[in-house]
């Protein structure tokens, strides 16, 4: 088999799919605009968060979204200067918050998160990665015990959906698995199959080189439109022209300009997260760790500790606002008391969300010489191995692992 086949987008997703397909006999080049993992995928939480099935949009969610969006350093924000253009996906996302369709996102959440699961594995094996992994569980932490039952109903989808967790109800128990934590926290659920990786960009790094060993090849171009033909497709790029008997779209926030130029238009908005990267020795961190009603997470990095999280829905212009980054810091401080806060890094990137919070997994409505493969919100590195074998898939015309439709195109 040897066909051309260009991937659009250099971050986890894209850089796993490449690594399918080339195994599968392709040849395959990867474009990006600013190279391996230099959005998204390098300053996450690290983490494969496998047991996180539920949609943000959730039934009741907008009757507490007018606190949040007023709130320029909450949890779920929208700058004012930007709400008037996000006003359309704001409908799409109150919509998509409805019983029933939340419920079926979560039938189709939890199939992608099996796959995804099972997928990891597979590709920790085939790429001979087990270094980079960390297999330290999860714990979500709850002020007292209303915050603890008002969780309840989400544990139980997680149980009818397979996840294995287990529950610690007094500061003790808690300090066991993760000592120096305030005594506020009195209840959590930890998830003992949770899986971080230690260097986001490390493992995207390592999964290039796989992928420049099997012939693979990447580089620094930015595609300014497609184009469907009979045959495949032609790539108007800033470097010039050039032409792929397949493309697949997996280029993240940026996505749905490129969809667009094929006729799809499709409602990506872009999650802003803020984060800070403190270095080793920072705290002594044993799992990773999540402030669900704070909306961010604490997480260990090559030794050192990462606090980030939060949604600002900014679109992808408007400059960071890193107050947001020390906000989140300043509570981790006073969450993990021994926490030494100095000499961090600060970041901020962007997530391509959809209402739903699903991707967008299929074929362009234009051609199928186009795979789309984006829109995975928060989630782009816990379902990136998942996507690479629906897509090497999808590309062999092929039965894939999972039905495709709760994740179409055109779903909206």
């Given at each position: ?10 971050g ?33 939480a ?18 507490k ?10 949890p ?50 085939s ?14 932490l ?46 959590a ?50 470097a ?7 493309v ?89 008391p ?41 989630l ?17 015309d ?15």
């Amino acid at each position: 088999m040897s066909q051309d086949i260009i991937v659009l987008g250099a971050g986890v997703v894209g850089i796993s799919i490449a690594v399918e397909l080339v195994r599968q006999g392709h040849r395959v080049k990867v474009l990006d605009r600013k190279g391996i993992a230099a959005e998204a995928s390098q300053g996450n939480a690290g983490a494969f968060a496998f047991t996180d099935v539920m949609p943000l949009a959730a039934p009741g969610i907008m009757r507490k979204a007018p606190k949040w969006l007023l709130d320029p350093l909450g949890p779920l924000s929208v700058p004012p200067r930007y709400a008037l253009k996000i006003a359309p996906w704001m409908l799409r996302f109150w919509r998509a918050s409805w019983q029933d369709r939340h419920d079926a996102s979560i039938v189709a959440q939890s199939a992608l998160m099996n796959l995804s699961k099972a997928a990891l594995e597979r590709q920790i094996v085939s790429t001979k990665g087990e270094a980079l992994i960390q297999r330290n569980g999860q714990m979500q932490l709850f002020e007292g015990e209303k915050q603890f039952r008002d969780s309840h109903p989400g544990w139980e989808i997680r149980r009818r959906h397979g996840i294995t967790f287990e529950f610690f109800e007094t500061p003790e128990a808690i300090a066991e698995v993760q000592p120096g934590l305030d005594r506020r926290f009195t209840h959590a659920g930890y998830t003992p199959d949770w899986i971080n990786t230690s260097d986001p960009k490390a493992w995207v790094d390592h999964l290039a080189q796989v992928l420049a060993r099997a012939g693979g090849e990447v580089i620094q171009d930015e595609v300014q439109r497609l184009t469907a033909t009979e045959s495949g497709v032609a790539l108007s790029c800033r470097a010039g022209d050039i032409f792929a008997d397949k493309v697949v779209l997996a280029a993240g926030a940026w996505s749905h300009k490129l969809a667009k130029t094929l006729g799809d238009s499709i409602p990506l908005e872009t999650e802003r997260g803020y984060n800070t990267t403190l270095p080793a020795g920072s705290f002594d961190l044993r799992t990773h760790l999540t402030f669900g009603n704070h909306g961010f997470v604490v997480s260990r990095i090559n030794g050192g500790v990462r606090v980030g999280g939060a949604v600002e829905l900014g679109g992808l212009n408007l400059p960071p606002n890193y107050k947001r980054a020390d906000v989140l810091l300043e509570k981790a401080a006073r969450f993990l008391p021994g926490l030494q806060t100095s000499g961090g890094s600060q970041w901020m990137g962007f997530r391509p969300s959809l209402p739903d919070t699903l991707p967008i997994i299929g074929h362009a409505k234009a051609s199928r010489h186009v795979v789309y493969a984006f829109g995975h919100g928060h989630l782009g590195l816990t379902q990136s191995s998942a996507t690479a074998e629906l897509v090497r898939d999808l590309v062999a015309d092929r039965k894939t692992a999972i039905p495709l439709t709760p994740y179409r195109a055109d779903r909206f």
